[in-house]
Nanobody, 121 residues
Framework: QVQLVESGGGLVQVGGSLRLSCAAS????????MAWYRQAPGKQRELVAT???????NYGDSAKGRFTISRDNAKNTMSLEMNNLTPEDTAVYYC???????????????WGQGTQVTVSS
């Protein structure tokens, strides 16, 4: 059974930084694209950043210039470095991965349980 576990959330002041991490555990044969999403209270879940298995990164408008996504394929982990945080970044951040539990099975989408990021003014 595969699990995505996020860590690194917390409370930070405006202008501060946080680093989120996501680790895929269990029977993982291959991890394709990974991504961070976030959902603020009363709002729809939005894409923050994606990264391919080759390391190609793309960012949502809110993350460009401030956030950096990275991954370690050998460890099946992904990180999100967030700088210059504002109260608008307050949300639950979710890790997403498209992965295979076996080379004989198709890839499926998996989600972490989410980690809260709160930016205080």
């Amino acid at each position: 059974q595969v699990q995505l576990v996020e860590s690194g959330g917390g409370l930070v002041q405006v202008g501060g930084s946080l680093r989120l991490s996501c680790a895929a555990s269990g029977s993982v044969a291959m991890v394709n694209d990974m991504a961070w999403y976030r959902q603020a209270p009363g709002k729809q879940r939005e894409l923050v950043a994606t990264i391919s298995s080759y390391g190609t990164a793309n960012y949502g408008d809110s993350a460009k210039g401030r956030f950096t996504i990275s991954r370690d394929n050998a460890k099946n982990t992904m990180s999100l470095e967030m700088n210059n945080l504002t109260p608008e970044d307050t949300a639950v951040y979710y890790c997403h991965a498209n992965l295979r539990v076996s080379v004989f099975r198709r890839a499926d989408d998996y989600w972490g349980q989410g980690t809260q990021v709160t930016v205080s003014s």
